[in-house]
Nanobody, 128 residues
Framework: QVPLVESGGGLVKAGGSLRLSCAAS????????MGWFRQAPGKEREFVAA??????????ADSVKGRFTISRENAKMKVYLHLQMNSLKPEDTAIYYC???????????????????WGQGTQVTVSS
């Protein structure tokens, strides 16, 4: 496991945008998938987006396709994961979690159980 530090959450009006970032460092990262999940009050944690090590394979939940964009920056001993969220809706309100140490191959949307490292979460609130 590796510490993940998230930033970028906040309060925004419907139709607005936010950019979440997650920084992971302290060891060499190789081949692992990273992703974002979210959990709204009273609901289970759900998949939002994931990206493979190379950035070639990317998956989104149907509910965010066309509005959210995931990206990653790989460097020696450090990785940055981003989630650009546009056209936000009140139903996007949730705690967003960064996840790392995921599947070595990304051929389908991953589940939360496939990730070994998690951030502390950052609150995103979208007002109507």
């Amino acid at each position: 496991q590796v510490p993940l530090v998230e930033s970028g959450g906040g309060l925004v009006k419907a139709g607005g945008s936010l950019r979440l970032s997650c920084a992971a460092s302290g060891r060499t990262f190789s081949d692992d998938t990273m992703g974002w999940f979210r959990q709204a009050p009273g609901k289970e944690r759900e998949f939002v987006a994931a990206v493979s090590w190379s950035g070639v394979n990317i998956y989104y939940a149907d509910s965010v396709k066309g509005r959210f964009t995931i990206s990653r920056e790989n460097a020696k001993m450090k990785v940055y994961l981003h989630l650009q969220m546009n056209s936000l809706k009140p139903e996007d309100t949730a705690i967003y979690y960064c996840a790392a140490d995921g599947p070595l191959t990304l051929m389908r949307p991953p589940t939360a159980a496939e990730f070994a490292s998690w951030g502390q979460g950052t609150q995103v609130t979208v007002s109507s």
